[in-house]
Protein backbone atom coordinates (compact mmCIF):
# COMPACT_ATOMS: atom_id res chain seq x y z
CA UNK A 1 0.00 0.00 0.00
CA UNK A 2 0.51 3.65 -0.67
CA UNK A 3 1.16 5.56 2.83
CA UNK A 4 0.68 8.81 2.84
CA UNK A 5 2.05 11.18 5.65
CA UNK A 6 1.13 14.77 5.92
CA UNK A 7 2.64 17.56 7.91
CA UNK A 8 1.90 19.28 10.42
CA UNK A 9 -1.43 17.65 12.18
CA UNK A 10 -2.43 20.93 13.03
CA UNK A 11 -1.86 24.38 11.85
CA UNK A 12 -3.06 27.40 13.84
CA UNK A 13 -4.11 30.68 11.51
CA UNK A 14 -5.63 33.28 11.11
CA UNK A 15 -8.37 34.74 9.01
CA UNK A 16 -6.72 36.45 6.02
CA UNK A 17 -3.27 34.70 6.57
CA UNK A 18 -2.06 31.93 4.03
CA UNK A 19 -1.45 28.75 4.78
CA UNK A 20 0.36 25.54 3.16
CA UNK A 21 -0.07 21.99 4.20
CA UNK A 22 2.69 19.33 2.96
CA UNK A 23 1.52 15.57 1.85
CA UNK A 24 4.25 12.83 0.89
CA UNK A 25 3.67 9.61 -0.40
CA UNK A 26 5.66 6.59 0.05
CA UNK A 27 6.25 5.70 -3.35
CA UNK A 28 6.22 7.88 -6.80
CA UNK A 29 2.01 8.87 -7.59
CA UNK A 30 3.26 9.64 -11.36
CA UNK A 31 1.87 7.37 -13.59
CA UNK A 32 3.47 6.25 -17.37
CA UNK A 33 0.49 8.68 -18.90
CA UNK A 34 2.63 11.56 -17.29
CA UNK A 35 -0.33 12.82 -14.35
CA UNK A 36 0.53 12.73 -11.21
CA UNK A 37 -2.52 11.03 -8.84
CA UNK A 38 -2.94 13.28 -5.99
CA UNK A 39 -5.70 15.23 -4.83
CA UNK A 40 -6.84 16.74 -2.00
CA UNK A 41 -10.34 17.14 -0.17
CA UNK A 42 -11.67 19.60 2.64
CA UNK A 43 -13.77 17.93 5.47
CA UNK A 44 -15.53 20.74 7.37
CA UNK A 45 -17.21 19.39 10.62
CA UNK A 46 -20.15 16.88 10.94
CA UNK A 47 -19.76 17.11 6.80
CA UNK A 48 -18.21 14.86 4.09
CA UNK A 49 -15.09 15.29 2.53
CA UNK A 50 -14.98 17.70 -0.26
CA UNK A 51 -12.88 17.86 -3.89
CA UNK A 52 -10.54 20.52 -3.74
CA UNK A 53 -7.54 19.45 -5.87
CA UNK A 54 -6.94 16.34 -8.16
CA UNK A 55 -4.41 15.20 -10.09
CA UNK A 56 -1.94 17.53 -8.21
CA UNK A 57 -2.78 20.39 -9.38
CA UNK A 58 -6.28 20.78 -11.08
CA UNK A 59 -9.22 22.95 -8.96
CA UNK A 60 -12.30 21.30 -8.58
CA UNK A 61 -15.43 22.99 -10.35
CA UNK A 62 -16.29 26.05 -7.80
CA UNK A 63 -13.24 25.90 -5.86
CA UNK A 64 -11.79 29.40 -5.72
CA UNK A 65 -8.10 30.01 -6.73
CA UNK A 66 -6.92 30.69 -3.22
CA UNK A 67 -6.82 27.10 -3.37
CA UNK A 68 -3.65 25.63 -5.44
CA UNK A 69 -2.15 22.54 -5.34
CA UNK A 70 2.14 21.55 -6.72
CA UNK A 71 4.36 18.73 -6.29
CA UNK A 72 6.01 15.78 -8.18
CA UNK A 73 7.23 12.26 -7.14
CA UNK A 74 6.34 12.05 -3.81
CA UNK A 75 6.16 15.77 -2.17
CA UNK A 76 3.04 17.36 -2.70
CA UNK A 77 1.89 20.90 -1.12
CA UNK A 78 -1.42 22.45 -1.05
CA UNK A 79 -1.49 26.04 -0.32
CA UNK A 80 -4.16 28.40 0.69
CA UNK A 81 -3.78 31.94 0.29
CA UNK A 82 -6.29 34.73 2.66
CA UNK A 83 -7.98 31.90 4.64
CA UNK A 84 -11.46 32.54 5.22
CA UNK A 85 -13.86 31.49 7.92
CA UNK A 86 -15.24 28.51 5.68
CA UNK A 87 -11.61 27.12 5.00
CA UNK A 88 -11.62 25.93 8.46
CA UNK A 89 -11.47 22.04 8.90
CA UNK A 90 -9.90 18.78 8.23
CA UNK A 91 -7.64 18.89 4.95
CA UNK A 92 -6.56 15.25 3.96
CA UNK A 93 -4.57 14.12 0.94
CA UNK A 94 -5.49 10.90 -1.43
CA UNK A 95 -3.32 9.00 -3.79
CA UNK A 96 -5.00 7.10 -6.67
CA UNK A 97 -2.32 5.91 -8.49
CA UNK A 98 -3.43 2.37 -7.13
CA UNK A 99 -5.74 0.26 -5.67
CA UNK A 100 -5.75 0.44 -2.55
CA UNK A 101 -6.75 4.38 -2.33
CA UNK A 102 -5.31 5.69 0.19
CA UNK A 103 -5.72 9.08 2.50
CA UNK A 104 -3.64 11.30 4.47
CA UNK A 105 -3.69 10.74 8.51
CA UNK A 106 -5.14 14.52 8.01
CA UNK A 107 -4.13 18.21 9.18
CA UNK A 108 -6.59 20.66 11.10
CA UNK A 109 -7.10 23.94 9.67
CA UNK A 110 -7.93 26.03 13.22
CA UNK A 111 -8.39 29.51 14.00
CA UNK A 112 -5.63 31.08 16.02
CA UNK B 1 -27.06 17.32 -9.14
CA UNK B 2 -26.14 14.08 -7.91
CA UNK B 3 -27.13 12.73 -4.33
CA UNK B 4 -26.24 9.43 -2.86
CA UNK B 5 -27.76 8.33 0.52
CA UNK B 6 -26.62 5.45 2.83
CA UNK B 7 -29.07 3.32 5.08
CA UNK B 8 -28.95 0.40 7.43
CA UNK B 9 -28.54 -0.19 10.75
CA UNK B 10 -26.75 2.14 13.38
CA UNK B 11 -26.29 -0.50 15.91
CA UNK B 12 -24.36 -4.31 14.68
CA UNK B 13 -23.41 -6.86 17.05
CA UNK B 14 -20.09 -8.39 16.63
CA UNK B 15 -19.21 -11.96 15.02
CA UNK B 16 -22.41 -10.65 12.46
CA UNK B 17 -22.55 -8.74 9.16
CA UNK B 18 -22.98 -5.43 8.00
CA UNK B 19 -25.33 -4.68 5.14
CA UNK B 20 -25.80 -0.95 3.93
CA UNK B 21 -27.54 0.25 1.15
CA UNK B 22 -25.99 3.40 -0.77
CA UNK B 23 -29.22 5.00 -2.85
CA UNK B 24 -28.38 7.33 -5.97
CA UNK B 25 -29.96 10.30 -7.43
CA UNK B 26 -29.66 12.38 -10.35
CA UNK B 27 -27.42 9.66 -11.72
CA UNK B 28 -27.58 6.68 -12.94
CA UNK B 29 -25.20 3.49 -12.14
CA UNK B 30 -26.00 1.68 -14.82
CA UNK B 31 -24.46 4.61 -17.36
CA UNK B 32 -21.26 3.08 -17.39
CA UNK B 33 -18.11 4.97 -18.65
CA UNK B 34 -15.48 5.68 -15.41
CA UNK B 35 -17.85 5.62 -12.73
CA UNK B 36 -17.45 3.18 -9.68
CA UNK B 37 -19.41 3.32 -7.13
CA UNK B 38 -17.68 2.91 -3.78
CA UNK B 39 -17.71 2.37 0.09
CA UNK B 40 -15.41 4.28 2.03
CA UNK B 41 -14.97 4.39 6.16
CA UNK B 42 -13.77 6.78 8.72
CA UNK B 43 -12.81 5.75 11.95
CA UNK B 44 -13.24 8.21 14.64
CA UNK B 45 -10.24 11.19 13.96
CA UNK B 46 -8.57 9.11 11.21
CA UNK B 47 -8.50 9.76 7.79
CA UNK B 48 -10.99 7.87 5.21
CA UNK B 49 -10.31 4.20 4.26
CA UNK B 50 -11.34 2.79 0.91
CA UNK B 51 -13.29 -0.79 1.40
CA UNK B 52 -14.00 -0.48 -2.58
CA UNK B 53 -15.68 -0.10 -4.97
CA UNK B 54 -18.09 -1.41 -7.62
CA UNK B 55 -18.22 -0.99 -11.72
CA UNK B 56 -21.77 -0.96 -13.75
CA UNK B 57 -20.77 -3.89 -15.28
CA UNK B 58 -20.55 -5.83 -12.07
CA UNK B 59 -17.04 -5.90 -11.23
CA UNK B 60 -15.75 -5.00 -8.01
CA UNK B 61 -12.75 -4.05 -6.46
CA UNK B 62 -11.87 -4.12 -2.74
CA UNK B 63 -9.32 -3.31 -0.37
CA UNK B 64 -6.78 -6.32 -0.02
CA UNK B 65 -7.10 -5.09 4.51
CA UNK B 66 -10.64 -6.04 3.99
CA UNK B 67 -11.48 -8.48 1.22
CA UNK B 68 -12.08 -11.67 2.84
CA UNK B 69 -15.03 -10.16 4.48
CA UNK B 70 -16.02 -7.50 2.07
CA UNK B 71 -19.31 -7.52 -0.71
CA UNK B 72 -20.43 -4.81 -2.83
CA UNK B 73 -22.94 -5.30 -4.96
CA UNK B 74 -25.42 -3.13 -7.26
CA UNK B 75 -28.76 -3.05 -7.73
CA UNK B 76 -29.64 -1.06 -10.93
CA UNK B 77 -33.27 -1.76 -11.19
CA UNK B 78 -33.19 0.23 -7.79
CA UNK B 79 -30.33 2.89 -8.85
CA UNK B 80 -28.99 1.31 -5.25
CA UNK B 81 -24.95 -0.40 -4.61
CA UNK B 82 -24.47 -2.04 -1.20
CA UNK B 83 -22.09 -2.79 1.08
CA UNK B 84 -21.90 -6.58 3.00
CA UNK B 85 -19.18 -6.43 5.51
CA UNK B 86 -18.72 -9.64 7.72
CA UNK B 87 -17.36 -10.77 11.07
CA UNK B 88 -17.59 -7.31 12.36
CA UNK B 89 -15.69 -6.51 15.61
CA UNK B 90 -15.21 -2.88 17.46
CA UNK B 91 -12.55 -2.34 15.44
CA UNK B 92 -15.16 -1.57 12.59
CA UNK B 93 -16.83 0.94 14.59
CA UNK B 94 -16.82 4.19 12.12
CA UNK B 95 -18.92 6.57 9.75
CA UNK B 96 -19.40 4.42 6.50
CA UNK B 97 -19.67 6.67 3.61
CA UNK B 98 -20.63 5.82 0.00
CA UNK B 99 -18.89 7.70 -3.19
CA UNK B 100 -19.01 7.91 -6.58
CA UNK B 101 -15.12 7.74 -8.30
CA UNK B 102 -14.85 8.92 -11.54
CA UNK B 103 -11.92 7.40 -14.00
CA UNK B 104 -11.81 8.92 -17.47
CA UNK B 105 -9.84 6.68 -19.60
CA UNK B 106 -7.43 9.04 -21.00
CA UNK B 107 -6.27 9.10 -17.02
CA UNK B 108 -6.76 13.12 -17.42
CA UNK B 109 -9.71 12.99 -14.20
CA UNK B 110 -9.33 10.82 -11.10
CA UNK B 111 -11.21 11.77 -7.84
CA UNK B 112 -14.45 10.92 -5.56
CA UNK B 113 -16.56 13.71 -6.61
CA UNK B 114 -19.81 13.08 -4.08
CA UNK B 115 -20.59 11.60 -1.42
CA UNK B 116 -23.23 10.69 1.44
CA UNK B 117 -23.82 12.29 4.36
CA UNK B 118 -22.21 9.36 6.13
CA UNK B 119 -23.95 6.42 8.19
CA UNK B 120 -22.27 5.98 12.20
CA UNK B 121 -22.17 2.37 12.79
CA UNK B 122 -21.28 1.14 15.67
CA UNK B 123 -20.05 -2.46 16.93
CA UNK B 124 -21.50 -3.76 20.23
CA UNK B 125 -23.34 -6.13 22.09
Known amino acids: DIVMTQSPLSLPVTPGESASISCMSSQSLLHSNGFQYLNWYLQRPGQSPQLLIY???SRAFGVPDRFSGSGSGTDFTLKISRVEAQDFGVYYC?????????FGQGTRLEIK | QVQLQESGPGLVKPSQTLSLTCTVS???????????WSWIRQHPGKGPEWIGYVHYSGSAYYNPSLKSRVTISRDMSKNQFSLNLGSMTAADTAVYYC????????????????WGQGILVTVSS
Open chain 1, 94 to 102: MQSLQTPIT
Open chain 2, 26 to 36: GASISSGGGYY
Open chain 1, 55 to 57: LTS
Open chain 2, 99 to 114: ARYYYHSSGSTSYFDY
